[in-house]
């Protein structure tokens, strides 16, 4: 049964880039789309965007300036680059699996990791 | 951006009520409503996508309905495993959103 693992620093300082992996185990990330969520208390749940087996992504425009995603095929992860974060970049956050369905033609995020805190702070 | 307006923010029921949970959409998003459950500390759960599937394994007390701009969830009999987050989300377009999330107490 395929399961998601996000890890990353913990803590990032202001003005620094953060960088997130999501380790998928018990299937391949080959064939599907990846989604990366964020939540915090004062925004609550957003959508930072996605990147498909392919290569193709498509972000969250309040954050595209700033989001890059990518697969790493051979180690069967998803990884989340966001640059020049500030205070208000702290959450959990989350990698999932954007199921498409060609028979409704909807995307649903139907496979989630635990999440993993970020806090930026100096 | 289409807004999700989700309410109640939380509810206190008992166990066996049955409770709705709505979310209204800002624009027409047909059905593209999914609904999640979110426990403290574990993966957020998918529950019922295109506003009226429910997922497999998921307990057929739950049910989604709605189309438009108006979708809610229903818990027919509350159960113990069900006090914790419930969240929508449209996948209409993107950037996809999230309702604010309903936390669903045991009174």
């Known amino acids: 049964q395929m399961q998601l693992r996000e890890s990353g620093p913990g803590l990032v300082k202001p003005s620094e880039p953060l960088s997130l992996t999501c380790n998928v185990s018990g299937g391949s990330v080959r064939s599907h789309y990846w989604s990366w969520i964020r939540q915090s208390p004062e925004k609550g749940l957003q959508w930072i965007g996605y990147?498909?087996?392919?290569?193709?992504?498509n972000y969250n425009p309040s954050l595209q300036s700033r989001v890059t995603m990518s697969l790493d095929r051979s180690k069967n992860q998803i990884s989340l680059t966001l640059t020049s974060v500030t205070a208000t970049d702290t959450g959990l956050y989350y990698c999932?699996?954007?199921?498409?369905?060609?028979?409704?033609?909807?995307?649903?995020?139907?496979?989630w990791g635990r999440g993993t805190l970020v806090t930026v702070s100096s | 951006d289409i807004q999700m307006t989700q309410s109640p923010s939380s509810l206190s029921a008992s166990l066996g009520d049955w409770v709705t949970i709505t979310c209204r959409a800002s624009?027409?998003?047909?059905?593209?409503v999914n609904w999640y459950q979110q426990r403290p500390g574990e993966a957020p759960r998918l529950l019922v996508s295109v506003a009226a599937v429910l997922q497999t394994g998921v307990p057929s007390r739950f049910r989604g309905s709605g189309s438009g701009t108006d979708f809610s969830l229903i818990i027919a009999g509350l159960q113990r495993d069900d006090f914790v987050t419930y969240f929508c989300?449209?996948?209409?377009?993107?950037?996809?959103?999230f309702g604010q999330g309903t936390r669903v107490e045991i009174k």
């Open positions: 624009q027409n998003i047909r059905t593209y």
């Open positions: 989300q449209q996948s209409y377009s993107f950037p996809w959103t």
């Open positions: 990147v498909r087996d392919s290569g193709t992504t």
């Open positions: 999932a699996r954007a199921n498409y369905d060609t028979l409704t033609a909807d995307h649903h995020l139907d496979l």
